[in-house]
């Protein structure tokens, strides 16, 4: 049973259309909430597809190869068919009302080409399709077709998979330390409501029974509790989970080689510097044009 401590979940109060608010003030080191491993969506919890997979030969030989994403998306596949008999039903009703609040990877392909012309993260959503396409086929697919029994023909398809690759893109969480696969990456009830910000004021921590969320500094009454998605520019942001920060201390602007070349291409001294940093140079800096131009200065020899 998950525990949580003077707190509410609602739209009140919070940046996003669901968050979690402070009831009282809450002290630097205490406790938020705390979550057994029994709570938590894994492969190695769902326990119809962990002996399915631990005794799938084919599956089996692949999994140091395979993305640490696939055992759990596997897991929650299976719940997901199992309806209201899962543990987990509530939690998973949320897929198919997804919608496009989410990463670009679900948003309509006209969408990602409007929303996201000129920027880094375009490529990098048709580069996810592409991967999550070849898992689909290679991997995921073959199981539950060898697996048919726990994976009817519904739960097979590519666009179920897409809006659960799209759940573990932008919710789960990865316990980096656990050499077992089939427990390090999770799906976190509660924890996965905490929307994000650079300053944030709270950390989870995992332990061997369960997770705790403590606050890392003074959290006043009503104000949201805040978690961190990781030191992330804007770019990254977007891409795992469809929004970006105002004034993000991470943020960062990405020059490409072609772009840059053009760029210095205009003058004969910063062509004879550029040639001394060889073919192979890409440079990327801080997100604002003055620090851009300070590239190109330090380029040219200027000041």
Request: proline residues 5%.
């Amino acid at each position: 049973m998950v525990t949580l401590l003077q707190i509410r979940i609602g739209r009140e109060g919070s940046c996003a259309e669901i968050g979690v608010v402070a009831t009282e003030e809450i002290g630097e080191g205490e406790r938020v909430a705390h979550i057994p491993r029994s709570a938590l969506l894994t492969c190695a919890n769902s326990q119809a597809v962990r002996r399915r997979l631990l005794r799938d030969d084919v599956t089996a030989e692949r999994l140091d190869s395979m993305s640490s994403w696939v055992p759990l998306l596997l897991a929650m596949l299976a719940e997901y068919g199992l309806e209201s008999a899962s543990t987990w039903y509530p939690y998973l009703q949320l897929v198919p009302n997804y919608g496009s609040a989410g990463p670009p990877m679900i948003w309509s392909e006209s969408q990602r080409d409007t929303l996201l012309a000129g920027t880094s993260v375009l490529q990098s959503v048709h580069t996810d399709a592409e991967n999550i396409a070849r898992d689909h086929a290679t991997i995921v697919l073959p199981f539950m077709q060898r697996h048919s029994d726990v994976f009817p023909p519904h739960l097979q398809s590519l666009d179920l998979y897409e809006q659960m690759v799209a759940l573990v893109m932008s919710y789960s969480f990865s316990d980096e330390a656990n050499p077992d696969m089939l427990h390090r990456t999770m799906m976190v009830p509660f924890v996965d409501l905490l929307n994000h910000h650079s300053q944030h004021h709270v950390e989870l921590s995992f332990r061997d029974d369960h997770l705790e969320l403590v606050a890392i500094r003074t959290i006043k009454k009503g104000e949201e509790v805040m978690n961190t998605y990781g030191p992330l520019p804007n770019a990254s942001l977007m891409h795992k989970y469809g929004f970006s920060e105002v004034n993000n201390p991470h943020d960062v602007a990405y020059i490409t080689h072609t772009t840059l070349t053009e760029a210095v291409s205009r003058s004969p001294t910063v062509q004879v510097r550029w040639r001394q940093l060889g073919k192979e140079a890409l440079v990327w800096t801080t997100g604002t044009s003055r620090s851009i131009s300070l590239v190109l200065c330090q380029l040219s020899g200027k000041d």
